[in-house]
DNA sequence: CCGCATCCGGTGCGATACTG
DNA sequence: CAGTATCGCACCGGATGCGG
């Protein structure tokens, strides 16, 4: 039996793939922004600064597709679509919330050593 | 005062591009892999599979120049270089690694779910 | 030989314009 | 409002070179 340990350094293991959507540039914003609760494309397009629609759009197409957030789509005139994570989605999305607690916390430390070297 | 909360959201804040460093997808991988100790450049490239050199080389340029890592190069032929994580960086690399674990330990079910969606 | 710089071809990204 | 289509450019990845 292989070790399990190593999973995603595995080339093939179908957790790289879903790794690499919720690491992804646009990915973990989207994660961490749905955390706050459902949203819809426009609100999230205002609040993570710099994402364009076509990324945004893919972002969310991969996310849904791994599981990660439910997509809700009125039918009515304006349309009206909306996302949610999912149970799973919450659990991944607090874990990234964790390191960019982290890393907003300490930016001040880091930028100071940055500084230094 | 801007509320704090959102400062990754902000497209040009510093913390922005380190944390888009620390979940590139090669950053991901490597900051894992050295939480369980210094490695040697060729160490790593067996590692994770499918890194090639180049990005390899700079996604280490970059942790290293963010304070997650340092490079020790010794002068010796052939050559031997090595990486070990800073303090900070195995924050964030504890922090990714939970991440990790958890998709790790949930994959069936996802991989299910995506099944049946 | 190992770590990395350089060069080059293909892919993916972002800006813009457009549709239901 | 919520996306899709298109296109040009940047960036990624593989091959190669080379200094130590």
């Given at each position: 039996m292989k070790e399990l340990q190593g999973r995603v350094l595995?080339?093939?293991?179908?957790s790289r793939e879903i790794l690499n959507h919720l690491t992804s540039r646009w990915g973990v914003l989207v994660m961490i922004v749905l955390l706050t609760g459902t949203k819809r494309f426009s609100e999230m397009r205002r609040e993570?600064?710099?994402?364009s629609e076509r990324m945004l759009s893919e972002t969310l197409k991969q996310l849904e597709q791994d599981g990660m957030l439910v997509r809700h789509s009125y039918n009515t005139v304006p349309p009206h679509t909306d996302y949610t994570l999912t149970a799973h989605g919450v659990q991944a999305a607090e874990k990234i919330q964790h390191l960019v607690d982290w890393l907003e916390n300490n930016l001040n430390d880091i930028l100071l050593q940055k500084q230094s070297a």
């Open positions: 595995s080339k093939n293991c179908p993570i600064e710099g994402v």
